[in-house]
């Protein structure tokens, strides 16, 4: 997959308006193989976005063959709740995963509102 | 499937240590995140079991440094061997480059390798790769079982097993030691880089 500078740059003021602007600490879009396409965080965190990309991806693939074993084509919703941090997984597309990491001052409902605007904005600019 | 930004001028590609349970795939990770330090800039990641057995995988980044102006970045896995958990090792396999098979020396696994690459050819061709096509680079691990009276199989017969139509390059090793570790991983990313080169030249 190659994406260019100006699907780059736009996906980065996507993700940086919708979700870092919302209040969520760190985003990451990857593929579902566990590539990093694109991160985005607030200046506070130090994460190590690689190992979290294979851990991600490898996550949502074993939920996906969960749910598929369960009669589900999908679970709709992957979050997992910590004390401080929280982590909500989204898919926009058969390939493409978004990570978020966020704290206990957004709601998962508001982050989940302002997906369904940043899938659909994403998958416009993908098929640039 | 790699992937290319252009924007920074990174390039991600995907290598699988794929073989039988046991055969040393964790520990040729092992010994090249122990060696190659400072092109490792992140933990070992290893997802296994109370008994130390590989689970889900072992993962870690390795910085190639700069090839063409873009700095390569390999990902390197490994897939749990044991037969039971084929549905991860479909998992880790997506999206991948390039693959290392590493089989067993010992003469009580032989079966154990021949049941393995056939298991990597059928997970290949469910994401439309093909075993004849891909960077494929085997490895003959646990040479020095020899050295401990354990009786080894010759390198013949290993070729026989697994390579006489695939004519994969094949190294001999010894992940406990080293031998050859860092050899079987420069090989396979001289070949997966290659690749690469290949399909882009191809691209529209």
């Given at each position: 997959m190659i994406l260019g500078q100006k699907q780059l740059d736009k996906i980065h003021d996507t993700l940086t308006q919708n979700l870092i602007g919302s209040g969520v600490q760190s985003v990451m879009l990857i593929d579902t193989a566990g590539n990093v396409i694109a991160s985005i965080n607030n200046g506070t965190e130090t994460i190590d976005l690689y190992s979290l990309a294979a851990l991600a991806a490898a996550n949502f693939g074993a939920m996906s063959c969960m749910a598929r074993i369960v009669g589900e084509d999908e679970f709709s919703l992957l979050f997992h709740k910590g004390e401080k941090e929280n982590i909500y997984f989204c898919k926009v597309n058969e390939e493409l995963l978004l990570v978020n990491i966020f704290n206990n001052q957004i709601s998962l409902g508001f982050l989940r509102l302002k997906m369904s605007k940043v899938v659909e904005e994403l998958l416009e600019l993908l098929t640039i | 499937m790699a992937f290319i930004n252009l924007k920074d001028k990174v390039i991600q590609a995907k290598i699988v240590y794929y073989g039988p349970g046991r055969c040393g795939k964790t520990t040729n990770?092992?010994?090249?995140?122990?060696?190659?330090?400072?092109?490792?800039?992140s933990e070992m990641v290893t997802v296994k079991t109370q008994g130390d057995r590989t689970l889900f995988f072992d993962f870690f980044p390795f910085d190639m440094g700069k090839i063409s102006g873009y700095d390569?970045?390999?990902?390197?896995?490994?897939?749990?061997?044991?037969?039971?958990?084929?549905?991860?090792?479909?998992?880790?396999?997506?999206?991948?480059?390039?693959?290392?098979?590493?089989?067993?020396?010992?003469?009580e696994r032989r079966n154990k390798n021949i049941i393995s690459i056939r298991n990597l050819e059928e997970n290949l061709t469910l994401y439309n790769k093909n075993i004849r096509e891909i960077p494929l680079v085997i490895q003959y691990n646990k040479r020095d079982l020899a050295k401990q009276g354990i009786?080894?199989?010759?390198?013949?017969?290993?070729?026989?097993?697994?390579?006489?139509?695939?004519?994969?390059?094949?190294f001999e090793a010894s992940a406990v030691e080293g031998h050859n570790v860092i050899l079987t991983l420069k090989k396979i990313i001289y070949y997966t880089m290659s690749s690469l080169e290949k399909q882009l030249k191809q691209e529209p």
């Open positions: - | 990770l092992e010994y090249i995140y122990d060696k190659c330090r400072l092109q490792v800039n390569v970045k390999i990902q390197l896995y490994t897939v749990p061997g044991q037969v039971k958990y084929n549905s991860t090792r479909r998992l880790v396999l997506k999206g991948v480059d390039g693959v290392v098979f590493v089989a067993d020396s010992a003469v009786e080894i199989l010759d390198v013949e017969t290993l070729e026989n097993d697994i390579n006489a139509e695939l004519k994969a390059p094949a």
